[in-house]
């Protein structure tokens, strides 16, 4: 169980319900936003002083019953619910990454001739390419290991301002770190994810800011505009998917409307590829 982890993320949901949400009356001016912490223990059908050492990351270890009330008085989504558990240690995942990636997904990407993909692991560590990925992706067979991160990618930028401040780029920014933050809850005691952790939050204030919120959401579809120095711009749709029995993987295919001038762009991007 990691109190301190548990506490910030009962403190961040509650301030984010107002009354209204839960059928509660708005009563007289309030001081700071969201539900008052007797409220929730109302709502939770629990008793306050109980609630309070919870957010104090004093509390017992809190059952499932307790988990579950929770999670309806605080609005939890399917995500976020799946998080609390995590950080309460109810978990029944495995408890670290594993960095094999099966046979039979090589075999998948490296059939996909025409559509980038690649895997990605819970800590965003890029493990296994087809060609059209590598060259869309600027040269991963040149990378060293360490450079194979997406999220070191982003936050390390030295366009991360300009970056965040573009809607659909800031989006995928959001979206990684609430989906980093998914991924350390339901690995807990992953060394790799702990130090990926801590050497963002040592070193980008934004990335600092956005783990602040406690956000919670496994990364899904999302659109993306690439812009590449040898075919111009692709617009894709990025598809995220989950590998069969490896919770730890997801497979991303970066997919085009057929026909269309981003799917041009990539089969050009691949006849340069072939002919490298």
């Known amino acids: 169980m990691n109190r301190d ?4 993320f009962l403190r961040s949901r509650r301030a984010r319900v107002t009354p209204r949400e839960v059928g509660l009356p708005e009563g007289e001016r309030r001081r ?7 409220e929730v223990a109302q ?10 050492r919870l957010e104090q990351g004093r509390g017992p270890y809190p059952s499932r019953q307790v988990l579950n009330a929770l999670a309806r008085a605080l609005m939890l989504s399917a995500d976020e619910r799946a998080h609390l558990f995590h950080l309460a240690g109810q978990a029944l995942e495995p408890a670290r ?10 075999h998948l990407i490296a059939f996909l001739e025409e559509v980038p993909a690649y895997v990605l692991d819970a800590k965003y560590d890029i493990l296994a390419w087809n060609p059209l990925a590598g060259a869309l992706m600027g040269g991963l067979d040149t990378r060293p290991p360490e450079d194979l991160n997406v999220i070191r990618w982003v936050f390390r930028s030295p366009d991360l301002a300009e970056h965040l401040s573009d809607e659909e780029k800031g989006r995928f920014a959001r979206a990684s770190v609430a989906d980093l933050r998914w991924a350390a809850g339901r690995y807990p005691d992953d060394a790799g ?6 050497e963002m939050l040592a070193l980008s204030p934004e990335f600092a800011a956005l783990w602040a919120e406690h956000e919670v959401k496994p990364r899904r579809e999302q659109r993306k505009q690439i812009t590449h120095p040898a075919v111009g711009v692709i617009d894709a749709i990025c598809q995220v998917l989950p590998v069969p029995d490896r919770e730890d993987l997801r497979l991303v295919l970066y997919t ?18 072939l002919s490298s």
């Open 32 to 38: 700071t936003p969201g539900l008052r912490r007797q």
């Open 193 to 198: 994810i702990q130090a990926l952790v801590a």
């Open 5 to 8: 982890e548990l506490a910030g």
């Open 43 to 52: 709502l939770a059908g629990m008793s306050i002083d109980y609630y309070i």
């Open 97 to 106: 990454l594993r960095a094999d990636v099966p046979p039979s997904i090589l």
């Open 256 to 273: 085009t409307e057929p026909g269309s001038p981003s799917h041009q762009a990539l089969r050009r991007l691949r006849e340069v590829t």
